[in-house]
T-cell receptor, first 111, second 116 residues
Framework: RKEVEQDPGPFNVPEGATVAFNCTYS??????FFWYRQDCRKEPKLLMS???SGNEDGRFTAQLNRASQYISLLIRDSKLSDSATYLC????????????FGTGTRLLVSP | DAGVIQSPRHEVTEMGQEVTLRCKPI?????LFWYRQTMMRGLELLIY????????DSGMPEDRFSAKMPNASFSTLKIQPSEPRDSAVYFC??????????????FGDGTRLSIL
């Protein structure tokens, strides 16, 4: 079993749709959680950190469920520019240094 | 501000040759990370440094791989001898210690390595 598991997709949605991704992690000691975004042939870029109480950044909402060890990302009002691979990332220890990346969920937003 | 700078952007070389990848972290960052990304395995942490000292190299695949950080602004990842299965995108990232644990890592553009 992988430490971080994600549905690879692709998720094909029309512009304006709401789409949600889930991710599960196996290490209960993980303390730091992130969503990164990676465009084709580009480097991963931080989309948002994920906090225990849940957090929102514009059209993006992240939730953390420690009891069930899963993380979610909700994208509202999808834009064409949201098309990318979304990487779920958790720390392997109590710090932020040893990050484990999921293999990503691919999102395709169409006109 | 300048981000993480990696060179070269692309490298194509023959099996058995030595390959050296270079990285300049963001100024002031005290952590530096080397990752490898392949389609099959995704993004994997190879090694990371704190204040120029290697902290964890458990992700380094074998003795053919070595990494150094001679100063706070420069690191190298070396593969000698290279093999076709080393073909991947190699990313360098840097980060900083902060009172908040949720500090992100910032990635360079990556080096796309092809071993023929």
């Amino acid at each position: 079993r992988k430490e971080v598991e994600q549905d690879p997709g692709p998720f094909n949605v029309p512009e304006g749709a709401t789409v949600a991704f889930n991710c599960t992690y196996s290490n209960s000691a993980s303390q730091s959680f992130f969503w990164y975004r990676q465009d084709c042939r580009k480097e991963p870029k931080l989309l948002m950190s994920v906090y225990s109480s849940g957090n929102e950044d514009g059209r993006f909402t992240a939730q953390l469920n420690r009891a069930s060890q899963y993380i979610s990302l909700l994208i509202r009002d999808s834009k064409l520019s949201d098309s990318a691979t979304y990487l779920c990332v958790v720390s392997r220890n109590t710090g932020f240094q040893k990050l484990v990346f999921g293999t990503g969920t691919r999102l395709l937003v169409s006109p | 501000d300048a981000g993480v700078i990696q060179s070269p952007r692309h490298e194509v070389t023959e099996m058995g040759q030595e390959v050296t990848l270079r990285c300049k972290p963001i100024s002031g960052h005290d952590y530096l990370f080397w990752y490898r990304q392949t389609m099959m395995r995704g993004l994997e942490l190879l090694i990371y440094f704190n204040n120029n000292v290697p902290i964890d190299d458990s992700g380094m695949p074998e003795d053919r791989f070595s990494a150094k950080m001679p100063n706070a602004s420069f690191s190298t990842l070396k593969i000698q001898p290279s093999e076709p299965r080393d073909s991947a995108v190699y990313f360098c990232a840097s980060g900083e210690t902060d009172q908040y644990s949720n500090q992100p890592q910032h990635f360079g553009d990556g080096t796309r390595l092809s071993i023929l």
